[in-house]
């Protein structure tokens, strides 16, 4: 099993900046991508951003192109997401994600309980 513990949420102003992280534990080998959904109220989960373990290749929503960094700390399991301009429909829970292979080669999701991000306007 895998353990997805997000942290770094809170409330911030338009234009303001807050920075994510998600660490993962557990059994960890085998890691291939992690990354972000978010959820705002009364919508469905969208995919925010990912980064893959192996040569750290990123992907973003094209709403967060630009303004959104994801990261990964390879040592300590742990992927940032560095929010800038944040913008109030930018609002939601933030759930973090980690996709690994298991031993029979399938892939697997594990998912955090998710952070909330407020931006008021």
């Known amino acids: 099993q895998v353990q997805v513990v997000e942290s770094g949420g809170g409330l911030v102003q338009a234009g303001g900046s807050l920075r994510l992280s998600c660490a993962a534990s557990?059994?960890?080998?085998?890691?291939?991508?992690m990354g972000w959904f978010r959820q705002a109220p009364g919508k469905e989960r969208e995919f925010v951003a990912a980064?893959?373990?192996?040569?750290?290749?990123?992907d973003y929503a094209d709403s967060m192109k630009g303004r959104f960094t994801i990261s990964r700390d390879n040592a300590k399991i742990t992927v940032y997401l560095q929010m800038n301009s944040l913008k109030p429909e930018d609002t939601a829970v933030y759930y973090c994600?980690?996709?690994?292979?298991?031993?029979?080669?399938?892939?697997?999701?594990?998912w955090g309980q998710g952070t909330q991000v407020t931006v008021s306007s």
């Open positions: 980064i893959r373990w192996s040569g750290g290749n990123a």
């Open positions: 994600y980690a996709k690994k292979y298991s031993d029979t080669a399938a892939l697997l999701y594990y």
């Open positions: 557990g059994r960890t080998f085998s890691m291939y991508v």
